[in-house]
C-alpha cells in the first residue's frame, strides 16, 4: 500500500516548451497567449529563443511575458540552430521533456498532458507528435507521414487515409511543428542537424532517433492547431530551395550503401522535374531557387541560408533546354528517349 501511494504521489515530469521566434512578434504572442491555458499538472516553463529579430520583438516579450525565459541569438540561426539552442538549455536545467513548438501554432489545452502521458507509459517511445490541424478550415492537416523503404518514398498517413488505401510498412517520421522530445532521446542523438537549417530535419531527427532503438508516435488525443509557412511563405523562392536542398540531404543521409549513382541520377531528375513544373507555371524564381538547391545539393553545401549558391547560367541553360531530356536520361528511360526522338522532324527530312 505504501509503494502504491508513493507512485501515486509522484511529481509529473518536467516539460519545457521552447518557441523559436524570428519577426513573427504576433504569431509568438497568440502562441505564449494559448500556453498559458495549458492544463499540464506538471512543472512548465517556456522558453523563447529569437533568432535576430528585427521587429521590437524581444522588449515587447520582455515586457508582456515576465514569466517566460527569453533567449536572445542575436543573428538568425534558423530553425535548427535556434532551436538547439533551446534544446540545449532545457537538458542543462532539468528537463524531463522538451517540447518544440513552432511559434505560428495555438495549442489545445489538454494537449501537453496527453502527450505526455503517452510518452510516459511506453518507455520505448522517444519523440512524440501531437494531431496537427489547420484553424482556418477546421480540418486535419498533418497526422504523420511514413517512410516507404521499398520504394524510397515518404507517403503522407492522412492522405492515404483520405483514399482508403494501406499504408506501407516503414519508420514514422514527425514533423517539427510540435514535437515532445523524451531527455533519453535528445541525450542519444544530439541535436537537430545543422546542415538543414531549416526544413527536414524534423524527417531526419525522426529517423536518427529510431535508429537509434526508440519509437516515434503521434498522438491523436493531442490537437494544435498551425498556420503554415508564416515565416517565408508557401511561394517563397528561399523555402523552395531549402526544401529541395534538404530532401536531397535526407536521402543522401539515410539510403547509406543505396546511394548509388543511379538513385543520385533519380534525386537530381526528380529536381529537375520540379524546376520545370515551376518554370512552365510561369514562376521563374522559384525554378531558379530549385535549381540552385541542386547545384548547392551535388556539391555538398548545405547549412546557413545566407552562403547559398547559385547555379552557372551556362549549366542552367543547359539544363532547361531540354529539361524532358535529362530527366529521361538520369531514369534510365533510353526507349523513351529513342521513340521521342526518333519522330522528330530530322527524320522526316531525311536525317
Request: glycine share 10%; hydrophobic share 40%.
Amino acid at each position: 500500500m505504501r509503494n502504491r501511494s508513493a507512485a501515486m504521489a509522484a511529481p509529473e515530469p518536467r516539460v519545457f516548451i521552447v518557441v523559436l521566434n524570428w519577426n513573427g512578434l504576433a504569431d509568438t504572442m497568440q502562441c505564449l497567449d494559448s500556453l498559458g491555458r495549458l492544463k499540464y499538472r506538471g512543472e512548465l516553463r517556456t522558453v523563447v529563443v529569437d533568432n535576430g529579430s528585427q521587429d521590437g520583438s524581444t522588449a515587447i516579450l520582455r515586457s508582456r511575458y515576465p514569466g517566460i525565459t527569453l533567449i536572445e541569438n542575436g543573428r538568425n540561426l534558423g530553425y535548427t540552430g535556434g532551436n538547439n539552442v533551446g534544446l540545449r538549455f532545457a537538458l542543462a536545467n532539468g528537463a524531463d521533456y522538451v517540447w518544440l513548438l513552432n511559434n505560428d501554432t495555438t495549442v489545445d489545452p489538454e494537449s501537453l498532458s496527453s502527450l505526455v502521458a503517452a510518452a510516459e507509459a511506453t518507455k520505448q517511445v522517444g519523440l512524440l507528435s501531437p494531431e496537427v490541424w489547420n484553424p482556418s478550415s477546421g480540418e486535419v492537416q498533418w497526422v504523420g507521414t511514413v517512410l516507404d523503404v521499398g520504394r524510397r518514398r515518404l507517403v503522407d498517413v492522412l492522405e492515404t487515409e483520405k483514399r482508403g488505401v494501406s499504408l506501407p510498412e516503414g519508420p514514422l517520421l514527425l514533423w517539427g511543428t510540435g514535437i515532445l522530445i523524451k531527455r533519453i532521446a535528445a541525450e542519444a542523438v544530439g541535436d537537430l542537424d545543422d546542415r538543414y537549417f531549416a526544413y527536414v530535419e524534423d524527417f531526419d531527427y525522426s529517423l536518427r532517433i529510431i535508429k537509434a532503438g526508440m519509437e516515434t508516435r503521434v498522438v491523436r488525443e493531442a490537437r494544435i492547431f498551425h498556420r503554415a509557412s508564416r515565416s517565408l511563405g508557401e511561394l517563397s523562392p528561399s523555402r523552395h530551395y531549402l526544401m529541395v536542398r534538404n530532401r536531397y540531404l535526407f536521402w543522401k543521409s539515410h539510403l547509406g550503401r543505396d546511394w548509388t549513382w543511379r538513385e543520385m541520377g533519380r534525386r537530381i531528375a526528380e529536381i529537375l522535374g520540379e524546376a520545370e513544373e515551376w518554370e512552365r507555371g510561369h514562376r521563374q524564381e522559384i525554378s531558379g531557387a530549385c535549381l540552385d538547391a541542386l547545384w548547392d545539393a551535388v556539391r555538398g553545401h548545405f547549412g546557413d541560408m545566407t552562403r547559398k549558391g547559385r547555379m552557372p547560367w551556362l549549366v542552367r541553360r543547359v539544363l532547361m533546354w531540354r529539361p524532358y531530356l535529362w530527366i529521361r536520361l538520369l531514369q534510365g528511360r533510353w526507349a523513351e528517349i529513342l521513340i521521342r526522338f526518333g519522330s522528330g522532324p530530322w527524320k522526316k527530312r531525311g536525317r
